[in-house]
């Protein structure tokens, strides 16, 4: 069993940056798949990046975002810069226990209550 709980959301402007984290309870976290996906209002939820030793990114965010985790605190971070207005969204961790990479929510058996970033133009 994981628990995920994720932070650092908020409100900033077009070309600013923050830092989500994800921190997990749960000894199987450490050798487990992260993955981060973002839902805004009448979307469906999306992935947005994956870690497990090697690092996914979709598209939208490939160059702008960096994943990456440190496994002595049951931390995975999102390191977002240069946001956009589209990248609003309500940001969620997820974990997947015997998986290299998935890129669809449905691969993933836990999650966080989400975060929510704003970006303003």
């Known amino acids: 069993q994981v628990q995920l709980v994720e932070s650092g959301g908020g409100l900033v402007q077009a070309g600013g940056s923050l830092r989500l984290s994800c921190v997990a309870s749960?000894?199987?976290?450490?050798?487990?798949?992260v993955g981060w996906f973002r839902q805004a209002p009448g979307n469906e939820r999306e992935f947005v990046a994956s870690?497990?030793?090697?690092?996914y990114y979709a598209d939208s965010v490939k160059g702008r975002f960096t994943i990456s985790r440190d496994n002595a605190k049951n931390t995975v971070y999102l390191h977002m810069n240069n946001l956009k207005p589209e990248d609003t969204a309500v940001y969620y961790c997820?974990?997947?226990?015997?998986?290299?990479?998935?890129?669809?929510?449905?691969?993933?058996?836990?999650w966080g209550q989400g975060t929510q970033v704003t970006v303003s133009s």
């Open positions: 870690i497990r030793g090697s690092t």
């Open positions: 749960g000894r199987a976290f450490s050798t487990s798949l």
């Open positions: 997820a974990c997947a226990l015997f998986r290299t990479v998935a890129y669809s929510a449905d691969e993933y058996a836990y």
